[in-house]
């Protein structure tokens, strides 16, 4: 993704993630919250699990975590106070304030940041996640794979968490709290294990572990090795 782009994904996505329902339901810890897209379609955002503590299948990822951890849309921050809970050091990004202050005052470390601006760290960090849909960031899953490739360490790993059905879509989306769409349209995308891998290819990544935990879907990968087999 070229600069450009890149920066008006970010200052629409920030303005549109700013919109009052988002707000209000982090404030809360609860939905309904959804993003609608232009023909009506619904996706739930499960914002009662994101402001609650780790469950079975967040478990699942932080035991895979390793050095330090980047996580890229951490939202409220329940993976990022768990890790600093674990004694490691992990930093959490979003672009909404309120999240980003959720995160610190649960005692996580969390800059209001989109990942396509300048990031402490960058090309040193062993672990990125992109946990709860954020593969979506953006609207284009080969970008956003390529510009984590700038953030990790050579040897590092990234987990993301892909869609249930094997879907590879592309779409313009509103924030939604159930009486209709709120802030600006913005690019998304939804991403299914096959495409995930597919896309990752694409941007030097190499899947080194695929699985499912209460009923989420999870692959980890790393940084593919010219010339190996």
Do not use: K
């Not at 990942?115 to 849909?133: A, C, H, M, N, Q």
């Not at 990790?152 to 790993?157: H, L, Q, Y």
């Not at 209709?180 to 080194?208: I, K, M």
């Amino acid at each position: 993704m070229s600069a450009i782009p890149a920066a008006r994904a970010t200052e629409s996505a920030r303005t549109a993630w700013r919109a009052d329902p988002y707000t209000d339901a982090l404030r809360a810890g609860r939905g309904p919250l959804f993003l609608r897209r232009g023909d009506g379609w619904l996706l739930p955002l499960e914002v009662e699990r994101w402001c609650a503590a780790p469950d079975t299948a967040d478990r699942t990822v932080l035991e895979r975590c390793q050095g330090s951890v980047l996580d890229i849309g951490c939202g409220p921050g329940r993976l990022v106070t768990a890790l600093t809970a674990f004694g490691r050091p992990p930093l959490g990004i979003d672009v909404h304030p309120e999240a980003v202050e959720r995160t610190l005052r649960a005692g996580g470390r969390a800059l209001c940041r989109s990942v396509f601006e300048p990031l402490p760290g960058e090309g040193r960090w062993d672990t990125v996640l992109l946990i709860d849909g954020n593969i979506g960031i953006g609207g284009d899953p080969a970008a956003l794979l390529t510009r984590v490739a700038e953030l990790a360490c050579e040897d590092g790993v990234t987990i993301v968490e892909t869609a249930l059905p094997d879907v590879d879509e592309r779409v313009r989306v509103r924030v939604d709290d159930g009486r209709g769409p709120r802030g600006d349209a913005f690019s998304w995308a939804r991403v299914g294990t096959r495409a995930l891998c597919f896309h990752a290819e694409a941007a030097g990544w190499t899947a080194t572990g695929r699985w499912e935990a209460e009923g989420r879907r999870f692959v980890e990968l790393r940084r593919a090795v010219p010339g190996a087999d």
